[in-house]
Each structure stands twice: as structure tokens, then as C-alpha cells.
């Protein structure tokens, strides 16, 4: 079940099984995928990692996420491109830029309570209504759900992962996320992302230390990382040309980087990739 905008803006909602599990695969430009698995026989393969779903956990992807489905049985999808849905000024909690979708460093998962099963089970039945009706106010509907959707989910992820509750600065560090997302191709320093926010590098060390994070440095690094080993796996560019996308014209640097926080060289663990699957 899909509706499309006369902007391209859109959403999907679909219950997945083994037969139409493929959809899964789909890569489109700018989307954003919630996976909410409804059984305990769900694995897919998440950036080379194999990925075991408990029911009534949910996952949150990017469209740098590489998926591929291992054992489907049942998972409900939603699919929506940032055209339909994406509030980054005003409403950081659930926009694109929160905490849900651009977590660099961990996969975001939530497990859904006995207790709010209910109210994620009439949202989702209000869906499947709104989006198989036909008239002018079904987009506007659609995106309040959704809302309503992600706020029910940012309630859990708090939860679980007490999440600070200084509003000012998790949304600064929610920016600082976002703009790595956005730039960290080409921009690899703190003192960069700081001039950004208009903040100085030790305002932001200082910022992260006290909500209980690592250091900005840290977050760049594993964007930097995460995008090399998609590239290694997904791919058959060369190490250079993984090196020049990454933002590093000097093989050697990124090569020495790559090393530094895999403990192999980027032509190693392409090799080990690469056995692992023959294996």
C-alpha cells in the first residue's frame, strides 16, 4: 500500500513475509525505513552484521543502510522519503534528523511493551485505513500517524537508552549528527562542525562529556568508517576510490586511518569479506 504526492513525497506500508520479502532490497533515494518485526523468526543482514529480530522490536534504517533479508516471516514496513515527512528545524524528537534514524555508531533498536502494544497496534490500524482512502485531507492524515508513529517509538528509545533530558543540548547534539551526515565526505575535524553550530570545539567536547557521549571526534570517525566497510562490502570500487569518496586524497592516510580502528587494512578486510562468503 503506497501513496505518492505530486511532489514524488511518499509512504509505504506493507506487512512483509517470506514471498514479498524482496521489497526489503528496494534502495530509494532519500528514504527512511521503520521495520517492526511480528514474530520471533525475523533476520536480516544489516551492513554485513546478521541482525536476529525478537517480536515487537523495531529497527529504524537509512537509505545507507545495505539490507538483505535472511529468514522473513512476518515484519510490518514502513517506508517514507523525507519530501512526505521530515521536520528539521522544530521537531528534532521525531524529524529526520532525531534520534531514531542517524545513530552512527549503534543500530537503533526499540522493544515494544506489553503495556504499549496496544497504542502501536491502533496506530498501525489507522494506517492501513488512511492509506487506502482516497480523498484531499489523506496526506495530511497520513503524516499525523506517522507522527504520532515516531513519537510512541522516541518514547521508547528514551527509555531504554535514558536518554538525557537537557533539551537544548541533545539538540545540539542531534544537529551535530545530522550535519556529519550530511558533510562528513569532506569535513573530518571537530573545529569544522563547530564553526557550523557557532559553538568552539571544547564547547562541544565539554557538551557531549556531560550528556554522557563520546567525543565529537569519535562520532566523525564512525561515519567515516561505517561508510568505508558499506563501500568494502557492497562494492567493487577500489580502496583508492573508497579513500577519495571518504574525503582523503592520500591513499596511505585513509589506508593507516582505516587500520588504526579496524585493526586490519582496508584490502584485508575486503579479503576476509569476501572469504566469509565463500565460507
Known amino acids: 500500500m503506497k501513496f505518492t504526492g505530486i511532489s514524488e513525497e511518499f509512504i509505504y506500508l ?7 520479502c524482496e521489497v526489503l532490497k528496494q534502495v530509494e533515494k532519500s528514504a527512511l525505513t521503520v521495520l517492526w518485526s511480528k514474530s520471533d ?3 536480516l543482514n544489516i551492513d554485513g552484521q546478521e541482525v536476529a529480530f525478537k517480536k515487537d522490536q523495531i529497527v529504524f534504517l537509512t537509505e545507507f543502510h545495505h539490507l538483505k533479508p535472511i529468514k522473513i516471516d512476518k515484519v510490518r514496513m514502513l517506508r517514507f522519503n523525507r519530501s512526505f515527512y521530515c521536520i ?8 529526520c534528523k532525531g534520534v531514531l534514524f542517524f545513530g552512527a555508531t549503534q543500530l537503533p533498536i526499540v522493544s515494544i511493551s506489553r503495556e504499549e502494544l496496544h497504542k502501536f497496534d491502533t496506530v498501525w490500524e489507522m494506517f492501513v485505513l488512511e492509506i ?3 480523498d484531499k485531507l489523506q496526506k495530511e492524515s497520513l503524516q499525523v500517524m506517522l507522527k504520532r508513529f515516531l513519537i510512541l517509538c522516541v518514547r521508547l528509545y528514551a ?14 547534539i542531534r544537529e551535530y549528527n545530522f550535519l556529519i551526515e550530511q558533510h562528513f565526505r569532506n569535513k573530518h575535524t571537530v573545529k569544522e562542525y563547530a564553526s557550523l553550530l557557532n559553538k568552539s570545539p571544547k564547547t562541544l567536547s565539554n557538551i557531549f562529556a556531560r550528556s554522557g557521549f563520546k567525543s565529537p571526534l569519535f562520532y566523525i570517525q564512525q561515519r567515516i568508517l561505517l561508510e568505508a566497510r558499506r ?9 583508492k576510490e573508497i579513500a577519495y569518496e571518504t574525503g582523503y586524497e592520500d591513499l596511505q592516510t ?7 580502528h579496524e585493526g586490519v587494512s582496508p584490502s584485508e578486510y575486503k579479503k576476509n569479506l569476501l572469504t566469509s562468503a565463500i565460507i
Open 254 to 260: 585513509f589506508s593507516r586511518f582505516f587500520k588504526k
Open 14 to 20: 506493507e506487512t512483509i513475509n517470506i514471498t514479498t
Open 159 to 172: 527509555q531504554e537508552k535514558q536518554y538525557p533530558n537537557e533539551k537544548q543540548e541533545i539538540n545540539l
Open 88 to 95: 528539521l528545524d522544530n521537531d528534532s524528537d521525531v524529524g
Open 132 to 134: 487506502n482512502s482516497r
Open 41 to 43: 523468526e525475523n533476520i
Open 231 to 239: 563501500q568494502l562490502l557492497n562494492t567493487d570500487k577500489s580502496v
